[in-house]
């Protein structure tokens, strides 16, 4: 470890003025979060390729492309019109989200379907990304032992790298001090509960970036797991609203005895169309308990206030109005159609690269559409291929993990017309 210090004379005595120091977890992150690297490598592309830039189509980060829901635009509109009068006016709001909001919440995406959720455990946020990398802060930092699905959401891994939490990268980027949860087609990419101990467990499902999706019988016996060795779920489930197979749980908490050992995490980027527009909303319930430094209980949901209420300032007013549209009847009718044509895009690019003998899982209920690569060729060779050749921007499985390597990520955010050609340019190089 080396420090810089400065001594200045002043009025005869010394001052040592020491450099402000970093936090050094930050340079064990790997070179590039993996879709800014996506990013640069297609503007590197397209400046030495600038004849062809404008014929690339991105299939590769999962931002919606769709516009919003009419009945979110409506309430949005209505919202700014409130903040043109004394009367309506709205300045902060409660940090942990409108009332009318959590209650919409809890009502519409637990209590009618029978899932029991109180309002006053629901936190509205900016975004699921936001709070799934800042509820390490709550947690001992260096003292849990914290097991990650491989391939996984960068996010997990790279805020605990952050934290503290792990130790130097590897050289297949896995990182000292994570328990990783294999993924594999033998498994149909739904990790099993380890015989190891774990203290947290995150979890997404339906998974991005694979597309799985996680039976009743493979939540419980995570949840069993949890039980069993005082564990935390750490429960994603930010495209819960593209499961469309019958029998699939759309909330950990569907599982008995989820309350007592999980928190969930959703989004209504991908619901509704907000990615740009950014809402989420994380769920604790009240009688979650992890132990303190002396081996006592201490209550999860009050620590998750503390902080939310310390270091949030509470999501716009405006966006709010807009995201409790969303659960009318209008709304739920509106945001299906989004999803919908979503999922049918999901459905052609599958049976083109089907079509050409690849193997391929998820784009039934997800978004995604996860691919095993031609010839056992590298992911990022493979991207590299599919810029370079069909002018398409892919996700290359490696950056999302080890088990990741040999795989690539397609995303059916796209318009049909796009995705219509995209499927012609995939039936044309590998046909």
């Known amino acids: 470890m080396i420090s810089f210090s400065l001594q200045i004379r002043w009025g005869g005595g010394i001052i040592r003025c020491v450099m402000a120091r970093i936090n050094e977890h930050f340079l064990k992150l790997q070179a590039g979060y993996l879709f800014p690297e996506i990013g640069r490598r297609v503007a590197a592309f397209a400046a030495a390729h600038p004849e062809q830039a404008g014929q690339i189509i991105r299939c590769g980060i999962g931002d919606v492309t769709e516009p919003l829901p009419p009945v979110a635009i409506g309430a949005m509109h209505k919202a700014v019109d409130d903040q043109a009068a004394r009367e309506t006016f709205h300045g902060y709001g409660p940090e942990q989200g409108y009332d009318w909001l959590r209650e919409a919440i809890a009502q519409v995406s637990y209590r009618d379907r029978g899932v029991e959720v109180l309002p006053d455990e629901i936190y509205v946020s900016d975004g699921a990304k936001c709070d ?63 015989k190891e101990h774990a203290d947290l467990v995150y979890l997404c499902f339906p998974n991005n970036p694979t597309g799985a999706v996680a039976t009743r019988e493979q939540l419980q016996a995570w949840v069993d797991y949890a039980l069993a060795n005082d564990a935390i779920l750490l429960y994603d489930g930010a495209y819960e609203a593209f499961i469309t197979e019958p029998g699939i ?146 996700t290359p499985g490696a950056g999302f993990g080890a088990h990741g390597e040999g795989f690539f990520r397609i995303s059916a955010f796209n318009s049909r017309e796009n995705v219509v050609e995209v499927c012609r340019r995939i039936t044309e190089l590998l046909g």
């Not at 050289?171 to 739904?190: H, K, Q």
Request: overall charge negative; hydrophobic content about 40%; charged content about 20%.
């Open 132 to 194: 799934t990398g800042n509820i390490v802060d709550i947690f001992a930092r260096g003292e849990n032992v914290i097991a990650v699905p491989d391939p996984v959401y960068p996010v997990y891994v790279d805020t605990n790298v952050m934290a503290g939490n792990t130790g130097k990268a590897q050289a297949d980027g896995a990182y000292e001090g994570l328990l990783y949860l294999p993924c594999t087609p033998e498994n149909g990419f739904v990790p099993e509960p380890p």
């Open 249 to 394: 749980p759309s909330s950990i908490f569907c599982i008995p005895g989820a309350r007592r050992c999980a928190i969930e995490f959703r989004s209504f980027s991908k619901q509704g169309g907000f990615t740009g527009v950014r809402c989420g909303y994380i769920v604790i319930p009240h009688e979650l308990r992890a132990k303190d430094a002396d081996g006592n209980d201490v209550a999860v949901e009050k620590l998750w206030s503390r902080r939310h209420t310390t270091k949030f300032n509470g999501a716009s007013y405006i966006v709010q109005r807009g995201a409790a549209a969303l659960f009318t009847p209008e709304g739920l009718q509106q945001t299906q159609a989004l999803i919908d044509h979503y999922l049918g895009n999901a459905k052609l690019l599958s049976e083109a690269c089907r079509s050409v003998g690849l193997r391929v899982w998820g784009g039934t209920n997800a978004p995604y559409v996860w691919v095993q690569t031609p010839d056992g060729m590298g992911s990022w060779d493979f991207f590299d291929k599919m810029l370079g050749e069909a002018h398409v921007v892919i």
